[in-house]
Each structure stands twice: as C-alpha cells, then as structure tokens.
C-alpha cells in the first residue's frame, strides 16, 4: 500500500547516499568539527545570504525544539504558541519537561496572530504568573497554512514592543519557502525572527534539523545545551554530510518544490471532483474531507492519518506529499478517488 | 595524519552503508515501528538469548544515559559512579540537569568496587542527602579494563541488598565482549544488570546505541521518554537497518575483535619497546607512557589525546583502536616509535 | 480602609500565638521531630478518624502543590486541571518548573467533571503526548463552589477505571467543610482521594498547609521531596504548634464556620438589594457583580479585586471573608452598598 | 537534657513574639508587600549602609541556596563548592534537582580557596563537562572558621578574573560577623560577593533569612523565582516582622555577640581542661576532641552531635552555642567533662 501518511517514509535522498559513500572512510573530527559540518554551515550561509548567524546541526524536530527554547528561556519564562503547535500536540511534554509552561491562544488555521500575544501578555503581568518571553510558530503550519511576509512583520513588531524572542519550527520549512503563497526570501526571513530551524528529515535528509540562532544574545554557550541535552553526535559527519548535500546547490529546495507540485496536483483533481477541504493550505500538507465510508473505501489502496471529524458522516484526513512521492501514486489516488466518488453518485441517483 | 584519537573517526561499516541503500526507498513506518528496528531487536534478542528484555535504538551515549538514569529515578534519588565515569566527567552535567546527583567515589583502574557502593550508603541514611538508587559503572571502562564475572556478581549483591540498579554504560560494550579479559557471555551479563546498553557509534554504525531493559520494573512507558527528551527519531529507520546489519550474522563482535586485535598489536609493540602503562588494559583503549619530547615528535604523524601527565616529564596518552583502524597505520606507528626510542636511546649514551 | 481582598489580611487566631509564646524556649528537635509536630499529627489524624494516612507539614499552598504533584509523578506523566485551577493561573509555572505538563478542560463554576477527564483520555493515547496520571480539582473551587459526594465519586471512579490520582488543592479545605453544601466527613472525604491538603494561612495559622497522603504508593520517602524542595523547616515547631492548636479542639473548623457566616450575612444582603453573583458559592468566596461606577464608590471604603467584566458596564468582584472578619464591617459593607443603590434608584428615576 | 546540638532547638526571641502579638489583627497586604517586610528591608539596608541591593524574605536556608542558584544560572552552568558545602552535603540534592552539577574541591577547615577555584577552570574548558559559573561558599563554614577580608579579596579577584558569580550561604552570617577572626564590614562584604544571605533561623527568629542580590545582573525578576519555587509566602508579615525587630536596632549582633561568647567560654573550659579541637573555629560551633568513653558519658546528660572519628579511641564532637544557650547550661557542661576527666586521670594514674 503506497502511504501518504508522512514525508520521512523513505530514506534519504540518493544524492546524500552517495555522499556518504564517496566520504566513509575517511577519518573525520567529531562532535561538530568535521570538514562536512563546516561546509554544510558555509553553504547554508551562502542561501541565508548572513554570516552573523550560527548554526547547529540537530538530529530532529522535538529535539531541537527543546533544545532551543530551554537554552533561550530563564526558568520562570513561558511560550506563547497556537493550541495546535507541534510542541503544545505532539512533544509528549517536552518543553514542560525542561520547566517551561508553554501558553496556548486558539489557533486561526494553524496561524498565531500578533494581537493574541498582546492578549496573553494583558493577562501575564506579575509573578504570580510566568512571565511570556517567547512565541513559537511553525512555518509551514501543522495545518499546511504559510505565514505571509505581513502576518510575520506583524508578529516581529509585538516581539520587538515586548521584548519577546520569535522561534520559529521549521520541520517543514522547504515546503512553506518553496510555497505559492511565500513572499519572503530567507534572508528577509531570518532578519524577522530570533531563531528558526530548517528541517532536515521531512525533506530528504535521513535525519537532522539545522538549527540557526539569529540574535547575538542567544548565541552564546550553546553548543553547551547541545552536549548536555544528549544532541551533541560523535560522528556528527553524518549531518554535515546530508546538509552539505541539500545546500550545495539547489536541491534542498528542489526536493521542496517537488513535494508541493504533487500536493497541487492532487488539490486540484479533488477540487475538480467536488471535495471540499479543511483549510487551504498552498505546502505539502493537504486536509480534504471525505465522506466516512469513502475513507474506508480508500484505506483499502492506501495509507494515511484520519484528521478530524467535520460533521457526523464526514472527516477531514491528512494527505502529505513529499521529496519522494510519485507522481503515478498521486494519479492513481485520484483515479480510486474518482472511481468511489462514481459509485456514490450512481447509488446516490438510484 | 592518521588518527588514534577515538572509534568514531570514519563512518559506517561498508556493509551498513549498502544496507541502507538497498532498502532507501521502500516507504516504512517512523518512530521506531519500521521493519528493521522490528529485526534488529529480534536479532540483538537472539544474541542476548532472551525475549524477555526490552530494546530500544537510541543516537548517542550521552543521550542513552541521561534517558535511561531519568526514566529510572525519582526525583531525590542519586547515582553513584566511580570518578571517571563518563556520566560525571564528560557528559556537560547531563544528569544532573535531569534533577539526579551523582555521588562519585575514587576509581580504582577506572572500576567501581562492591565495598565504596556500602561506603557511600552508609553515609546516605536520611532526608538530608539524596537517596542513591542506582550504579552506573562503564564496561568497558573509561580506562579500557574490563569488569569479569566475580567483580559484576559483587556489584550485583550489593545491589540486591540494597534495592539499587544496576545501570552498564556500553558505548564500547562490544570490546569489553571480544576482550581476552571477559569471562561472561552476554546472556549472563544481561541477568546481572537492571540494564545496560549495546553502542553501535564507537563499533561501525554511523550512530545508535541498543538501551537493553532487563528489570521488568524499569520497563513500562519508556518511549514517553525517549519521545519526551527528543531522542524519538520519525526515520527510526535509520537505527533499525544499522543494528539489523550488526546483529543479523556476527558483524558486531567481529568488528570489536579486529579492534581489540589491533589493541594488542600495539600494546605488544610498545611492551617490546619498554614502554609502560598507565593501566593493563586488555580492550581497544591504550594508555602509554611516553617522555612528553617523544609525544611531540609522534603528534607529527598521528593524532591522539594526551592523557595526563605522570611526572615532570612523562604524560601518558590515550590510542585507540576501531573496526576501521588499518593494520599498516598501527605498523607504521610502532616504527615511528621505534625511530624516537632508537634517537633517544643514542643520545642517552653519548 | 478594610479589606476584604483575601482570608490572609490578619496574622494568626490568639490561641496560637498564646501557644507560641508559652513553648517558645522549651528546646525541641527540628525538621518535624519536634513534639508539636507529632501531637498536631495526632490530632489531624484523630479529626480525619484514620491512623493509615501521612501527614506533612507545610508552609504554604504553592510549595504543597509542587511538592505533592513533582513526588508522585514520573518526568512524563501530567495533570488534568480545570482550567481555573490555582496551579495553572496563579503559581508562576511552578508545576511546569518540576517538568509537567498541566493539561485543562473548561472548568465549570470552577469544577472538573467525570468526563472530561475521559475527554482528555481520548486524546491522550500514546508517547506523542504526555501520560495524564494525576487529577487536580481545589475544594472549594477558585470559585467558591464547593464539590458534593456524589461529584467526588464519580471523579473517584474515573480515576480508578484509569489508574489515576486525585489531589484535592485545600488552601481553603476548612470553608468547604464548614459550607451547608458539604455532604461529606473528612473521613470519606479522605478515601475517595489519594492525597489532599488542609490549609492553614488561609484560615487562622500565620503559615501552614497540612499534606494528607492516603494512598499507600504515594507515601514513601516523601521527606526526601520536603527537603530537596527547600521545605524542610528547622523549626518546625512553628507549623507543629500552629496545626496542634487548630485541631486539639474544634478552633479549626470554629473560625471556617465564622468566615462562612460573614460571607452568607454579605451574601443575604447584597441578594436583597437584588445584586446578581457570578456564581451561586457556598463557602467563604464571593462574586457580586455590580455596575462599575458603584465599584468604584466602593473602593473608596473597601479593598477587594476586581473579577471579571461581566458586560460592558458590569463587572464581578470577589470579596473574601475570614476567621478575622468583623461582624461589623460586613454590616457597614451592607450599609454603604445600600446608600449607593438607593442613590443609583433615585437617579435612575429622575 | 539540655541540647547543644544546633542553634534553632528554641523559638523566637521574646521581642519578636512580642511585635507578633501587637500587630497581630492588623490587616496587611501579603506576599511581600505589607508594612513589616518593607520595614524589614529598610532596616537591613541600613544595617549594610547600601540601597542598590535587592532583598527578599524567604523561609529557609536550603530553599535560599536553591532559588538563588537556580535563578542567577543558566541550564549548563555550575557551582564551585568546597568539599564540606552545606549544598553538596546536606540538601538532598537541591541544588541538582533544579538542574545543575556542584562541583566539589576539598574543603580547607570548611574554606575554598581562590587557586582551588582555578584548578576546576582549567578543568572544564569546554562542551563536555559543565561551565563553572558560581562560587558557593558559607561563612561562617560548616566547621565554624570565618573568611577574612584577604580570602574574600581573593575569592573576588579570581571570580572577576573569570566572570563567575560569588555568593555566600549565611545561615549563620551573625556569628561570622561578630566573631572576633571577622575583619569586615557588611558594607564591604556586601560589595565583595554578588549575593548572600542573612541567616535568621539559627539567630533568634522562628523561621527566615534575607536574600541580598548586589550584582545588579541577578535581580531581575527574582521574585517570579521566589513564586515558582512555592517561597512566597501569602502572610509575608511573619518574616518581615522577624526581620523588623532583628534589625531596627542590634539585636541581631547582639544575640550574634551572646552565641559566640557562650563558644568562647566553652572553648576556654575546654582548652583549659586540654582537649584539642578538629579545627580553632572563631564562631559558634566547637568541635571538641573527646575519647569515645567520655562522649557516652556526657551524653547521659547533654545533647549533641557526633562528627567525625578522629582515630580509634577518640571522636570530634560538635557543639553549637545560640541565642539562648544559658550560660549555667555551658558551666554545667564544663563541670561535667571536668568530672570525667578528672576520674580518667584517676583511673589512668592507677
């Protein structure tokens, strides 16, 4: 059964493989300071167009989200972030765990908006509360929704009023730039917020997260947090190697575009067959709700998270589409899809 | 330069790197549910000769101990380790940023002896100390010995007497297991211990350790913790096919047995050269001691550590030997040493 | 100007300062091995009619409720909360600052309900979230109301069916007790939950919370968590003497039963003047809502917090009465309350 | 039995019992803002002759040493410790618990030394072990010497030289300051170290010590800390009315002055009766030598601790003297050992 569960089904993209054939036996520093790690930083210094940044290579997502926000944070400081944040779902506590209450404002299609801070903060005023100190957004969201330049000047202007940090998680962050609906380069990106990280592994890389820290203040020490959170590999190579590969040229966001060429062809074939989604998401991540016993029907072919319920006969499930997805696959799911949605009409006439 | 310096300097056995080539694009399950952590913990199982252990693929030694010792305590119980265990020397306060302290007592060749775990106990009788709850001991150690059977059963009673854990470091688990030194197989060894784990990085695999839980009180809700402290990888795939590849046939211990062997060439050749040691250690750790002109002149053809120093003008440094160390580079530094030695030898008599 | 903002205004009832003075250079032990500690002990236990609980004395309601919630959770477990739960929106993050999460559900009149508790299990399955383990309600609520038995056994049987605790937050245990709307002994009270509190600041003690652990798992070690948490008094006579004061006789309840009356004598007056209240709340918590510009006479006379705005022209405010509430100032309360309405009447008619 | 076994077996002084009583009913606001503790923060200010400090009332020591280290330290920083250190020794691990490594050098009489300091510096130089940040040291020690103005000058100069934080653990400040080894004025002590506190508990008060933060980087938000930790007490008056009283006029060094002459007329009898002592401590714990017969005589009629074994027929015992240790109580105590001695003497001549 092909799965459009996730996009780190597959392994590695055969580039970096090949990399790290060519490269294997040969005797490398370790913990950071091996010639790939270097070079992969250089390279992505040259896409970021900065070299004030720093940048750390993590092995995931959950990791290098609490390895951020632990290390920015004094242990009476909060975050705000959207109800529907990965850290706030889908981290099984771990930024609690490091002592950080995590605030949560209802999420407006996966987005924070700047005056919700503003509302949070109205209510966090003395130490009988946390004290907010930084806004965690993802981008794209876990809704697939990419914050425009506007919705991320916004959010920058309540931070710099407040003197709060903006961190973004960037599991997906190929997706969202390499979006339709994105209008900001990297480096207008990286000039918005504090910190961010660019995602490795639901791109193409094995594993691997690039964490890179934008204000001065929050640079210090870090490769510090990194040893003592149990981040810090031995044989880092096997990340500069695979961050090498996907920024040395443009196959970093090649892979991206990739995957968002196939979530549009597959919106646009159920588009044309009629459904309806939960949000309009323009990444790599698609909502469409489908009637229950389609998805029934659907399961049979293939594999994929049911989202939510959206009424008592219909759901909303997750389709994602990815560097390695095939294009004959997402045809194929169209054409079951138009063959179920055939049947219904016909029975529906009878 | 060729280098002495650690087990980590090249990437991944050959075998390891095809494996993951052969099987890169099938689409497989994230979060440790792929096939291959599926095989690779039914081989490892295989070779431990019990199924009633759990087995978790983790990335790093440092993230392995922190996991486990965390999972394992209540808050205000304490560790007790030798002084030159890695958890207290090397790991940036790892566990105590977990909330645990740990109570070091003097190592004798880098071991802990049953009698110090009675020592320090007595002096932990109430509220106003920790509680220690659990031994952390390395085996191999840091110092490259090897702990026998008489020495683990020791441990292993007072433990009992006491309702303490009994907690293996094994990043280099597989050289304490080839060494000439060893006198347990892996199955008893699992009995002895509350837990322990099987080190890939530092034996050919491009990261992994394999945490065994052997205590069926230690077991239950694991992964919330490997998920709450990042260490969950979505592409567990990684792990699964590296350990699969280690433990299908004998890869694993044959890798360490060309380690050690590689150990013993040299340790031969310096003996035949009236080297000493700093401590007879029978596993792929080497600790020499050299007259500090000497080390500066070998430091101009290999890479290795200094140690420390032994007097005014001798230090011992540390070599280490790998799956990957070539025959003809531990050749090439008995002759250098050779040469040194013949220099020296000369000028002493003139 | 007196002050109704809280049931903390005064030091301590007259008996236990007379009781202070008359011990005060008799040289006892520390750390609770004083002999008031033990006889408070004993009378607690004797008003609860159990011997088979522990009992701790603590210093205040915030350090209770970390200390009890950090003690018997492990890092990945978490709490359900309502979502007016003192722990969450009044203690600095001092539950997140142990490492866990507080999960919340709408608080209804300030009380958890059975099923949302199951609610909250439905979407708590697996390691991508945290483990709800312990439930956390306050009796009274943090709106005054106060829990029947029937209410405390269906949470009861929630928890049982899930394997979960119930802590019940007793800063203002004694009101509740003492409130008409209580249909529960302490004895019964104590075995529907696995541990609960009886405060003492809040109702005559300078300081002091009483921490009843009945569940036998929860007990061990406990005072390694009081000293670790830096809650270990050396003089603990001063919390022993305190609490063997408040429970020797009935001095205890007696002051909860004064506060309560001052609070249905505030209450049965502002009902007659026809003022509505936020919710209907039996115990010693208030929350009448006025027109905003009669609040504003009325701080010209009284302290007390605003609420909440009710309407764009109402708000609530709350108005606590204590042991050491007068009789009189409740009248005078009454009495200018009355002039400003009769005021309000007349200019409305004009 | 009269007990010298520490300095907080009685209450409070009379006086503060007595301001207890007169403010009694006197309604206040709490956590830190009533009358008294704004007071109390006057008073001490000028008793230091400096109002650029900030000072909070807390509870107690081991609750003061944790909220200030875990405030003033970031997640990878760690405390320097002489080997006898109250936080390393006797807390339970608090200070590990809120996260971060004690590192231990071997204590001097209960002193740290400046060169020791840099001994650990030149240990920890990277990511693989903590970053040393803080100095912890008592005074008086837990042995009972006091620093003088050139160890505190050296402590300064290598803690500046370095960029780590001074702070000192002055449980028992008072009888350091007004021992006769003290040649330093709070002023300038104040000015030496970055935090320390006041210790009230073991000088006369029924619980509390004054934190004073000089360094103007710890102050912010401190009191959020002091909240979150759960230190902050509702009825704040009880420390500030202690503090009020200790230190409106002398009376904190005047029962500083009595405890310490209480020691010197121990020390004298003793000295007298030729008893050696572990170490000449100038404050108010003694730790006389005593073969092991003559303690279990003495214990028949006085309470104290035992220390350490000295060798196998004698051990140091330690006495500590307060506030309200009776003068005949320690004429007594002299009386007694003289009467052992004296039938030793016999029995040995014979």
């Given at each position: ?177 390499a ?78 575009r990739h995957a968002n060429e196939m979530a549009t062809l ?18 790599n ?36 589409t990815?560097?390695?997805t095939?294009k004959?696959?997402v ?20």
């Amino acid at each position: 059964m092909y799965s459009f569960k996730n996009d780190y089904s597959e392994g590695a993209h055969p580039k970096i493989l090949q990399a790290l054939l060519e490269t294997n036996l040969i005797q490398e520093e370790g913990y950071g300071y091996d010639r790939h790690t270097e070079e992969a930083i250089h390279y992505i210094k040259q896409k970021i167009n900065r070299d004030d940044i720093d940048i750390h290579l993590l092995q995931g997502g959950t990791q290098t989200n609490l390895l951020a926000i632990s290390a920015f944070l004094r242990p009476h400081e909060a975050v705000i972030a959207p109800s529907t944040g990965h850290i706030f779902v889908n981290e099984a506590g771990a930024i609690e765990n490091t002592g950080h209450k995590i605030i949560t404002v209802p999420a407006c299609e996966g987005k924070l908006k700047a005056q919700q801070i503003e509302s949070v903060l109205s209510k966090h005023k003395d130490e009988h509360t946390v004290k907010p100190k930084l806004v965690y957004i993802s981008n794209p969201t876990e809704l697939g929704t990419v914050y425009n330049k506007s919705e991320l000047l916004e959010l920058r202007k309540v931070c710099n009023e407040n003197r709060l940090f903006l961190f973004v998680d960037g599991a997906r962050l190929a997706s969202a730039m390499a979006s339709k609906a994105n209008d900001i380069s990297l480096y207008e990106f990286s000039c918005l917020v504090d910190s961010f990280y660019i995602g490795g592994t639901k791109n193409g890389a094995l594993l691997g997260e690039a964490l890179v820290i934008c204000n001065e203040n929050l640079k210090e020490d870090f490769r510090y947090h990194i040893k003592q959170k149990g981040a810090l590999l031995a044989k880092s190579r096997i990340l500069g190697i695979q961050f090498a590969e996907l920024f040395r040229d443009d196959l970093y966001m090649d892979l991206a575009r990739h995957a968002n060429e196939m979530a549009t062809l597959l919106k646009k074939g159920l588009t044309e067959l009629d459904y309806q989604f939960l949000v309009d998401s323009p990444s790599n991540q698609l909502f469409p709700i489908f009637p229950e016993e389609e998805i029934e029907q659907l399961k049979k072919d293939f594999l994929f998270y049911n989202w939510e319920k959206v009424d008592d006969k219909h759901s909303a499930i997750r389709l994602i589409t990815s560097w390695a997805t095939k294009k004959e696959e997402v045809l194929r799911f169209l054409e079951v899809v138009s063959k179920i949605n055939k049947k219904r009409s016909v029975s529906h006439r009878l």
